[in-house]
């Protein structure tokens, strides 16, 4: 007897799942997983959403062009209703290229690789300039206070931290420089905000994402500038006093319509539990959202393929949910839950991917404190199932998009891929499909088919 047979026999003594349902999934989850990288659909999916449908930031005829393009893929699959769900964002727009100069004391210019980042307003048409003070942390900023930053330029350096095996970690203890940094900079006088990309990587490719400014506080310009940018500047003020110029052009345009596009496969026996299954198909401007998040968006969509080519018949209803408007405002995901909610909706289990279409690790877990306990232990009961894929069970986050389905007490999860490359090319022009591996995103696909086949077959109780 084999130590993975005896795994499952316990299993299955322990949960009172019979042994030959065990057989039935391991063959089931064997196919789904053929299916996926045999036949699959889901690189060239991805592929024509990057390549005709790339920066789609939410509002732009971009965004629009790949609403209509997954709208339409969903509609090839036999049995799958696709839609669009109403939904508005505010459209921030970045304009003519950024211009930030490092100027020497010589006279001389040199060029940073810098982007605005999300949601930032503009510097002055004719741009601005002022010196530059060094931070590593917001509560610097305060005990600095308004004589040191009075009129400058706040330069956020605080890197991520390259010790963190888990690099989602190194991004969250770095990020709130590039989040409330501008406001925090403003507070104390300052007429602008640098921040040091969010990557572990030293490189010349600037990293974009949202800023937040506080309402109560003037607003000022918010810029990434690139690793290696950073590096040097902060070398540089070792040596004295730097000045930078900095010229914007980003706007926000106003409210704009940007759709979530949704798949549906009504269930045979309990059509009024759902099961989301989703990404975010929004990105930032600059590159073609190929790991944030198309690759979370293609993948969902070949859930449903998969079910449809395996000939499978739910019972329960399953959703391919592509929200819209997560980079900057969150409004797909708050607005699918409105919607959900007045329609009196419940989902049993919603499933994101957002972290890149890298090999799958595993899946975290979520739910309401008076519910989640009891979910945990039920599905735990698959973990062999799935251990030789690779993968494993954990505790914690899930999706941005899938969080305001909370309330409704079913079952939120995340997908975790391998993500010590991730931070390499997230909210960057380098965000391409060439960074997608084939094979990778496939798999990513076949655990996420797996896994909802599993709720789908037993439920959570």
């Known amino acids: 007897m084999t130590l993975r047979f005896s795994l499952l026999t316990f299993i299955s003594i322990l949960f009172g799942v019979s042994a030959y349902s065990q057989d039935e999934d391991v063959h089931m989850i064997r196919k789904i997983h053929d299916q996926a990288l045999a036949h699959g659909k889901v690189y060239p999916w991805l592929s024509g959403l990057c390549l005709n449908h790339g920066g789609r930031i939410a509002g732009s005829p971009a965004y629009m062009g790949a609403a209509n393009y997954t709208k339409d893929l969903l ?20 304009g003519d290229k950024e211009v930030v100069e490092l100027m020497t004391n010589d006279g001389k210019k040199i ?16 741009g601005l300039m002022a010196e530059v003070i060094e931070v590593q942390s ?58 040091r990309s969010m990557t572990t990587n030293l490189d010349d490719f600037p990293h974009t994402g949202v800023l937040v400014y506080k309402d109560t506080l003037s607003k000022i310009p918010g810029i990434a500038i690139s690793t290696n940018d950073a590096e040097m500047l902060s070398a540089r003020l070792k040596e004295g006093n730097v000045k930078v110029y900095a010229k914007t052009n980003c706007r926000k345009i106003g409210l704009r319509p940007a759709p979530t596009v949704i798949g549906e496969i009504k269930g045979t026996e309990f059509p009024e539990e759902i099961i989301v299954v989703g990404g975010h198909l929004d ?10 998040d198309g690759a979370g968006c293609a993948q969902a969509m070949e859930v449903l393929r998969i079910f449809q080519a395996m000939d499978y018949k739910p019972k329960r209803t399953i959703r391919a949910v592509l929200f819209s408007n997560e980079e900057n405002g969150l409004a797909g995901g708050r607005t699918y839950a409105e919607v959900s909610n007045s329609k009196k909706e419940f989902h049993l289990a919603a499933l994101e991917s957002d ?26 009961q698959w973990l062999p199932l799935l251990e030789s ?7 914690g986050g899930s999706g941005a998009d899938i969080s305001p389905l909370k309330s409704q007490k079913g079952l939120l999860i995340g997908l975790r891929p391998d993500s010590q490359r991730y931070f390499d090319y997230h909210h960057t022009s380098t965000d391409t499909i060439d960074k997608v591996n084939k094979r990778e995103l496939e798999l990513g696909a076949a655990a996420m088919a797996s896994l909802i086949y599993l709720i789908d077959k037993y439920g959570l109780k």
């Open 138 to 195: 917001l509560d610097e900023v305060e005990s600095l206070g308004r004589e040191k930053i009075q009129g400058k330029i706040v330069f956020y350096n605080r890197p991520m931290d390259p010790t963190k095996i888990r690099t989602f970690s190194a991004y969250g203890g770095a990020v709130d420089q590039r989040v409330y940094g501008a406001s925090k900079a403003a507070e104390y006088g300052a007429v602008a905000a640098l921040v």
């Open 111 to 126: 060029k940073l690789n810098a982007l605005s980042l999300g949601n930032s307003i503009a510097t002055p048409s004719d």
């Open 283 to 292: 990105s930032w401007d600059v590159g073609q959202g190929a790991h944030d």
């Open 355 to 380: 972290s890149g279409g890298f090999s799958p690790r595993g899946f975290s877990f979520e739910a309401d404190t008076s519910v989640f306990k009891q979910y945990y232990r039920h599905v735990s």
């Open 389 to 395: 894929y690779g993968l494993i069970f954990e505790m």
């Open 75 to 94: 509609a090839t699959i036999p049995g799958v209703k696709s839609y669009h769900q109403a939904c508005e964002a505010s459209y921030w727009m970045r």
